[in-house]
């Protein structure tokens, strides 16, 4: 059955097409333990970490999972970047993506890289601050002469910036690996994952929750809403209480390297404010102008005023000129009102678990956030690992969000 793909243990039919009415195809009940909704990052990950133990079944709407936020990333594992839940999270996935399971992908998971972060003169009192919030997390985060930053990325401008701070240990990740390796160990562990299969409808049957998709029906007791930007949706549809989740459109765009020069090698260079960031990636440069538009769940775009925004900064702070641009994105980064991640069984609805609110964040915290979910969904405690660096399933709780609605946001 196209868009069906089974284990290859498989343990379970796929759902068998019963009548043709209309261009509706009907298909038989098809039973599992765990039904996770979306095919992203967030819901691959947390059906690996299930499907060993459980009969898994993810349903993700595209054709293809990837299609959003998680084929849209910069790629980037820092521990030095978001709220101290999110730099705790990167901290506790570094192991995963360092050493993943024998099998699990064909290529290292991380590459280097390095990040560099710059402040301009008006920026000093903020580049101070976040290198003392860093080095609470990241030892290994220091100040560097503005000259050795102009060294290893040889088109800054030396007037431009006036301080600035290295993270050595930042790296690149190979994201479609990772997705990959994840969507693969579920598939050999004999879970199922079903594309073109856009959740319609979500009903209560006694202790399970029945799915109703173009591909059929689906039913379990326990079921994960990882919809990334439509997590909100799916809840209404399941008559949950919805999170206020918020996406945000980012964009980005790539430039040729310039000719004669080797930028191979150069570092993230972020902008400590947030107002931009570029990195090499594919032999082009990857620019951002570090954009957060509120949106509604979509299919997002880039707008023509961004790319501008991104260029006009980039080539104020550095030699870079954008004459052509070589390809442009955009994509939704959700977040939760407190800036950090929903994890956890709903309050108002048992065996329905969330795992949203992944913000600008969602892949490089897979593997941490994926263990959560799963512990939660197994009736496992919280990971010992995880809570040694300081976190509790109080952190991620459904709950919260609705009481943190006035705490800061720090979503740069
Ligand atoms: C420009 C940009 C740069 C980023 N850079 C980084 C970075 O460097 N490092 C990092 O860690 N993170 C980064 N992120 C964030 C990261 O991409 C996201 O946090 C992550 O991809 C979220 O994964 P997800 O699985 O929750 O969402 P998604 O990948 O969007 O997956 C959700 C899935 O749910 C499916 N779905 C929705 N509704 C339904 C339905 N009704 N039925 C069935 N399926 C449904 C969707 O089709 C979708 O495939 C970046 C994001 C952007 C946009």
Not at 79 to 101: H, K, M, V
Not at 165 to 194: C, M, Q, T, W, Y
Not at 289 to 295: E, N, Q, V
């Amino acid at each position: 059955m196209p868009g069906v793909h089974r284990g290859s243990q498989g343990h379970r039919p796929g759902p068998e097409p019963l009548t043709r009415r209309g261009c509706l195809l009907t298909y038989a009940m098809s039973d599992a333990e765990v039904i996770v909704i979306g095919g992203g990052i967030a819901g691959a990950s947390a059906a690996w970490r299930l499907a060993p133990v459980a009969r898994v079944v993810v349903l993700e709407r595209e054709d293809r999972c990837g299609h959003h936020s998680t084929g849209r990333s910069a790629a980037s594992f820092t521990e030095n970047y978001g709220t101290s839940i999110i730099r705790r999270l990167a901290i506790g996935s570094r192991d995963f993506l360092t050493g993943p399971p024998e099998g699990f992908a064909e290529h290292p998971l991380l590459g280097p890289r390095g990040m560099i972060t710059i402040a301009r003169e008006d920026q000093a009192d903020l580049i101070a601050f976040e290198l003392d919030r860093a080095r609470r997390f990241v030892p290994s985060v220091t100040e560097i002469p503005v000259d050795e930053a102009v060294t290893r990325v040889p088109v800054l401008r030396r007037d431009y910036v006036a301080r600035a701070i290295i993270e050595p240990d930042s790296k690149d990740i190979d994201v479609n690996g990772l997705h990959e390796g994840f969507l693969r160990g579920v598939r050999r562990a004999g879970g199922r994952i079903v594309t073109g299969a856009e959740v319609l409808s979500i009903a209560r049957h006694g202790a399970d929750w029945e799915v109703e998709t173009p591909m059929g029906r689906f039913r379990a007791p326990r079921l994960v809403n990882a919809a990334g930007a439509w997590g909100d949706v799916i809840a209404r549809l399941a008559g949950v209480r919805p999170q206020g989740l918020m996406p945000m459109r980012r964009t980005a765009f790539n430039i040729a390297c310039p000719q004669g020069m080797d930028c191979r090698t150069w570092p993230l260079l972020n902008d400590v404010g947030g107002e931009f960031y570029f990195k090499v990636t594919g032999g082009q440069i990857m620019v951002s102008p570090g954009d957060a538009t509120p949106s509604s769940p979509m299919d997002a775009w880039p707008e023509e005023m961004d790319i501008a925004i991104g260029a006009d900064r980039l080539e104020r702070a550095t030699t870079l000129q954008v004459r052509r641009v070589l390809k442009a994105w955009a994509g939704l980064r959700t977040f939760a009102p407190d800036g950090s991640p929903v994890v956890g069984e709903a309050p108002d609805a048992a065996g329905f678990f969330w795992l949203v609110g992944q913000g600008g964040y969602g892949i490089k915290t897979s593997p941490a956030l994926s263990r959560i979910v799963a512990a939660q969904v197994l009736d496992r405690p919280f990971p010992g690992e995880l809570a040694a660096l300081g976190l509790s399933s109080g952190d991620f709780a459904p709950g919260r969000a609705a009481r943190a609605a006035n705490m800061p946001l720090e979503m740069t």
